[in-house]
């Protein structure tokens, strides 16, 4: 599994970001774009102070071009040749817009997300706050791997105390990951985990996961203002949601899942893969969209492991996920591996004979 900061790091980022953290419900009317000549794209904001300019990242320039129906292969285009063009775009359909508002998110000055004014903001403090203690006290309770990235918070918590053997010396524990994103990158989710003891790799089961999207009722605007949210808005509605993630963590790591899960582990052993190994890299590779560098890894650590059955291939994956620099990607790929644990028999056949 890929390591990440240290619980107390996390903490301590956790509370310097929401002291830093800014959000604003903005008219179109009082918001324009302003793209220096390096690439750069901001917005400008007539808040009651006077205008404050923030710069936009890559997500929320997505966002931005989304909300316009500018596509962004013609956004980044524009950024990058001709900024006065994209800025002429963004204001004439931001004038067109006049009657709509957005939803800003900004840290430490800059603009990290543009939301619909419908988002549903369930920020990754308050759910931590929430959710540490119960993850502290599942049985024989280990933080794995923890990690605050641009885009989501993620908690990975094993359950020590709660194990089986799927083959003599190859122990699996059971184990939970919280994620969540503040910035429309993803649904707050709990899901089961199975770590592997022998290697550290860690599997997602995704099938059998609480998904919690960010989708609520529209943020009534004054027309002519811009808003300022305060965190105490939603504490409500939030400690409705925290309570269902709490029943979840508890289901995720229960007995009767980590059988379930464990059990379809114990299948994949008995899936030889007769074909080619690099042709059955090649059809996952086509199935799960793997760049060139990624089919690599994982065949090499389908070769090295030696192990040429679906049970081999599972942890090629979730291995090489150790390999991945970024941390959102590792864990795609450790999710990719609970992916494999759900193929009908057809679509292991198709892998397992690719020739």
Same mark, same amino acid.
């Given at each position: 599994?890929?390591t990440g900061r240290s619980l107390t790091d996390l903490a301590t980022e956790l509370e310097r970001q929401a002291a830093m953290k ?12 302003? #793209? &220096? ?23 929320? @320039? ?10 962004? +292969? ?31 998110? #900004? ?54 105390? $709660? #194990? ?7 122990v699996l524990q059971a184990g939970v990951i919280v994620s969540n994103s503040e910035i429309g990158c993803g649904t707050l989710r ?8 022998? @290697?550290?790799?860690?599997?997602? %089961? @995704? ?6 999207? &960010? ?5 009534? +605007?004054? !027309? ?7 965190? !105490? ?11 269902? %993630? ?7 790591? +229960?007995? $009767?899942?980590?059988?379930?899960? +464990? ?5 994949t052993m008995g899936i030889a893969l007769v074909g080619n190994p690099v042709k059955v890299v090649e059809v996952l590779a086509n ?8 089919? $690599?890894?994982?065949?090499? &650590? ?23 620099? !970024? ?29």
């Amino acid at each position: 599994m890929k390591t990440g900061r240290s619980l107390t790091d996390l903490a301590t980022e956790l509370e310097r970001q929401a002291a830093m953290k800014k959000d604003l419900m903005v008219p179109a009317k009082r918001m324009s774009s302003v #793209t &220096h000549t390096s690439g750069q794209c901001n917005v400008m904001v007539e808040e009651a102070g006077g205008a404050v300019r923030y710069p936009l990242n890559d997500t929320a @320039c997505s966002q931005l071009a989304k909300r316009l129906d500018i596509p962004f +292969s013609y956004f980044k285009r524009m950024r990058a040749d001709y900024p006065e063009l994209l800025d002429q775009n963004v204001n004439g359909w931001l004038r067109r817009n006049a009657a709509d508002s957005y939803l800003l998110r #900004t840290l430490d000055g800059r603009a990290r997300a543009f939301l619909s004014t419908r988002y549903r903001r369930l920020d990754n403090f308050d759910l931590a706050k929430s959710v540490l203690p119960i993850l502290q006290q599942l049985p024989g309770a280990r933080f794995e791997s923890v990690e605050l990235t641009e885009a989501r918070l993620y908690l990975k918590v094993i359950s020590e105390r $709660t #194990t089986c053997e799927v083959a003599p010396g190859d122990v699996l524990q059971a184990g939970v990951i919280v994620s969540n994103s503040e910035i429309g990158c993803g649904t707050l989710r709990v899901e089961p985990l199975l770590y592997r003891l022998v @290697c550290s790799n860690g599997l997602i %089961v @995704c099938d059998r996961s609480m998904r919690k999207n &960010h989708a609520g009722r529209a943020l009534v +605007s004054d !027309d002519d203002a811009v808003l300022v949210f305060k965190d !105490d808005t939603l504490e409500a509605d939030d400690k409705a949601v925290f309570l269902k %993630v709490r029943d979840m963590v508890q289901a995720a790591v +229960s007995e $009767t899942t980590f059988e379930l899960i +464990s059990e379809k582990m114990r299948k994949t052993m008995g899936i030889a893969l007769v074909g080619n190994p690099v042709k059955v890299v090649e059809v996952l590779a086509n199935r799960y969209a793997l760049n060139e560098a990624e089919c $690599t890894g994982v065949l090499r &650590h389908l070769i090295e492991e030696g192990d040429l059955s679906g049970y081999g291939l599972v942890n090629a994956v979730t291995g090489y996920s150790q390999d991945v620099d !970024d941390y959102d990607r590792a864990t795609e790929f450790e999710e990719l591996g609970g992916k494999l644990l759900a193929l009908s028999g057809g679509e292991w056949k198709q892998l397992a004979e690719a020739a």
